[in-house]
């Protein structure tokens, strides 16, 4: 007898069964809500960016539905999408019952990030690394460094050998190496000197993180162990030895950046060490470059509010002095702390978190969850709620400073920095970072949108592995105030 028609019958029985489990809903989750996979499947391979995905798909269940969570597939399995502040806050505050979830083996992204530090550890070894990076974030808040960069960037934007008062430059990429700049220096203790240099350092981790969002490894993850990414990995090493070089240079070395601190505590191992390093490098400028970049771009196309944000700037700051730390409070500050607040509400750069994992049977507001289920907090979706924000596509700095019967709601479903304990332990941090360079930009320049701006109808966003919501290529036009 012939074997191969056997043979055959064999391979497709296999593989119709891998489909099968990659793609359908396990028993013990099909009670709940769900995207469908179709259409899906077709937003990941055509490389949709994420905030589109979650407005074309996800959103319609909590705006027109009115559900609190529902199943979306992604990475290769189903995984919860919590689309409600309450349910989001009550996960979030049981660490136990909701720890972070182990990633899956081989996936590149968390072999660049490593395992050994504050963003995936559990446990007590959570509590160990949030205790050092929080005291080291609390020394003191580095204004005056934020404003010695603002005015690099001001170089960058026009530079001194050049007459001309108005530049059109790309202020996504400023943003970045501004944001770099700011945690490099005040966090890692490493100048990269990225604002005024071409740092190969920065260009390098782009690659990687280009590589890393393959659509077709995000989709399978299971390919990187099939047909591992050999180059990738090299390169991706080199980047994280290049960590270790820098921590070994700040131990000879040291400096009074957040790093020197962290290397006194006697209980971090140099992995651990170098671990949270990669970590700081990359929660701390993507996320505030891409809320800088929204911030600028929605000034752009207001401009009352950018002249509102102006106006209150000099009169509490005046033309040219130097603000410091109780200068730049959000309390001085109101309107233009209401804008920052709304640019990170609209655009969240961290469109969501880290999964969670179900460490037993729970009832999560009216929905039943089994263990062992992965939950991510959906903020974008959170921050586009209708029934909580009525307007949330519309930029309107006011609804955080109108005083209504819903501005409780309002501020208890602003979660940009999420919320429980493993909150962003740098909030304070960034938005002083927002502020200083906010208050820098606004007394210096008037800006507007190029009218040939790819933003014309809206702001779009680069895709981003890491959920991470960052403009790109928004050139905007800068002009000299006299
Ligand atoms: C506008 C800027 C920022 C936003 C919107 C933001 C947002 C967030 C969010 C949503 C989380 C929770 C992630 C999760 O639970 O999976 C987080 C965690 C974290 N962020 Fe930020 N972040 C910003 C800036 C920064 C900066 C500047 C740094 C460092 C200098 C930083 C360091 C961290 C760290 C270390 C964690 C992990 C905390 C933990 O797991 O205990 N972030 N951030």
């Known amino acids: 007898m012939d074997p191969a028609p056997l043979w055959w019958t064999f ?13 359908t809903v396990p028993s013990h989750l099909r009670h709940l809500p769900r995207v469908p996979i179709f259409p899906l499947l077709v937003s990941y391979l055509s490389g949709e960016v994420e905030d589109v995905r979650i407005k074309r798909l996800i959103l319609p269940y909590a705006n027109e539905r009115g559900e609190g969570l ?37 996936l590149l992204l968390w072999r ?27 020394l003191s808040i580095p204004v005056d460094q934020f404003i010695y960069l603002s005015r690099n960037l001001f170089d960058a934007i026009n530079p001194p050998s050049e007459e001309n008062d108005t530049h059109t430059v790309d202020f996504a990429e400023l943003a970045q190496r501004f944001a770099l700049d700011a945690v490099g220096s005040s966090v890692l203790g490493h100048d990269f000197d990225a604002i005024r240099t071409e740092s190969l350092f920065v260009k390098e981790y782009n690659g990687i993180m280009q590589d890393i969002a393959n659509p077709l490894y ?23 030895d290049k960590f270790q070089m820098l921590l070994q240079a700040k131990r000879n070395d040291p400096g ?56 209150e700037t000099l009169r509490v700051l005046g033309p040219t002095s130097d603000p410091g730390v109780d200068t730049l409070s959000a309390a001085l500050l109101p309107y233009l702390n209401a804008c920052i ?38 903020i974008y979706a959170v ?65 507007t949108l190029p009218a040939d701006s790819i933003h014309q109808d809206g702001l779009k966003n680069a895709f981003s592995p890491f959920a991470l919501t960052l403009p790109h290529n928004l050139h905007i036009t800068f002009t000299k105030r006299k």
Request: with cysteine; aromatic share 10%; hydrophobic share 45%.
């Open 11 to 23: 391979s497709s029985l296999a593989v119709t069964l891998v489909i099968f489990q990659l793609f």
């Open 70 to 106: 529902v199943l979306v597939w992604a990475l290769g399995r189903w995984m919860i999408h919590i689309l409600d502040h309450k349910l989001a806050v009550e996960m979030t505050e049981n660490l136990l019952l909701y720890p972070k979830e182990l990633p899956p083996d081989g």
């Open 112 to 138: 660049f990030i490593g395992g050994s530090n504050i963003l995936m550890a559990n446990g007590d070894r959570w509590k160990k690394h949030s205790r050092v990076i929080r005291d080291a974030l609390n």
């Open 218 to 240: 995000l989709i399978m993850p299971f390919l990187e162990k099939v047909f591992p990414r050999k180059e990738v990995i090299k390169r991706m090493d080199n980047l994280v």
């Open 256 to 311: 009074d950046d957040m790093m020197t601190f962290m290397l006194k505590e006697p209980t971090m191992s140099e992995e651990e060490l170098r671990d949270n390093m990669v970590v700081l490098f990359i929660a701390g400028h993507d996320t505030s470059a891409g809320g800088l970049s929204t911030l600028i771009y929605f000034l752009a196309i207001h401009p009352e509010i950018q002249a509102a944000a102006r106006e």
């Open 341 to 378: 607040r709304e640019a990170l509400r609209i655009n969240t750069p961290v469109s969501y978190i880290v999964p969670r994992v179900t460490a037993e049977n729970v009832t999560l507001g009216r929905y039943y969850i089994p263990s062992n289920t992965s939950l991510i907090y959906n």
């Open 383 to 447: 921050h586009h709620r209708n029934d909580v924000w009525g307007d949330p596509n519309t930029f309107r700095p006011n609804r955080f400073l109108e005083k209504t019967e819903r501005s409780q709601i309002l501020k208890d479903a602003w979660v940009p920095f999420a919320s429980g304990p493993r909150q962003c332990p740098a909030r304070n941090f960034a938005l002083y970072e927002q502020r200083a360079l906010a208050v820098m930009l606004l007394r210096e320049y008037e800006w």
